[in-house]
């Protein structure tokens, strides 16, 4: 008997390690890469700044928020548990964004005012008086009508940005050298994302078909600007779109790098910080190619905040 139960229990701990090495995927350490914080971009420091108010007290008013609005905590496990995803990662994201970018309101009513005040606004995504939908139907995108998920179409539209637009002068109008997003999805000014999860535009309509699929919310259409603006500044509707690009990142970096960061929080902060994480996992896949030694994937300054803050995040949920 001893020795069949030292058998089973051989077999338990041999089956219980095969999965990760069978798919190849390499779970990525928790904490920093980095010993110190990464810079941060100047443009934060001089917002932070021109507030009269510092990182450490913007950091202190987002935890404040989370802390005591247990409305707004229930909405973020249960838009969690949706996602499947651990709910540190759309706190993480919320606290980078009310640290390093906007001030956090005092209460989740406010959020809901700012939305409302916004309601019937009319306006439309374009550059130069070219809708973004008549950009699209350039015959520089042909390539991407065959894309038929919304995350697959819009990030080969950003591609094709990159690549033929962007900084050009094309059929006789130029381009400004800047993302895509930043051309054609911000209709009031410069460097502008909105709500509670301060959502670009470009983002929400990439996570259009995941967010409908899971949550029921109605997909987006880039020529119905109002209801982008709509999904992304309601708290009920933007918390999904947070908790998706969350879900959306640690998928591609599954898929695509072989690794897995459900379990470091700081590296979906980063992510949702720059986006971009399709290409971002396609670059490190291409960095681990013949090493001998994995190269991880590296926190910047905003989710560096996140791994540092870790403990004290973790005892609000």
Known sequence: MRRILISLLVAVLGFSAIPAKAAGVLTVPPGNRNAEQPAI?????????GTDSSFERKYQKIRHLLATDNKLMSKIKSVSSAYGINPIHVVGALVGEHTY????????????????????????????????????????????????????LWTCREDVWDDSFKGKTVDGKSFPNNRFSAVFFQPFYAGQTFGLGQINPLTALMLSDLVSRTSGIPKLDERKAGDVYNAIM???ISLAFVAAAARRSIDDYRSIAGMDISGNPGITATLYNVGNSRQRAAALAARNRGVSQPV?????????????????????L
């Open 234 to 236: 309601d708290p009920d």
């Open 101 to 152: 970018n906007v001030d956090a309101y005092d209460g989740l009513q406010a959020y809901y005012v700012k939305a409302a005040s916004y309601a019937g606004e009319s306006f439309k995504f374009a550059y130069n008086g070219e809708k973004v939908d008549d950009f699209v139907a350039r015959p520089q995108f042909a390539k991407c009508s065959g894309k038929s998920d919304s995350y697959s």
């Open 41 to 49: 971009p100047g443009a934060s420091v001089r917002r932070t700044k």
């Open 296 to 316: 991880w994937p590296e926190e910047n300054y905003y989710g560096w905040l996140i791994n540092d803050k870790l403990d004290d995040l973790k005892s609000l």
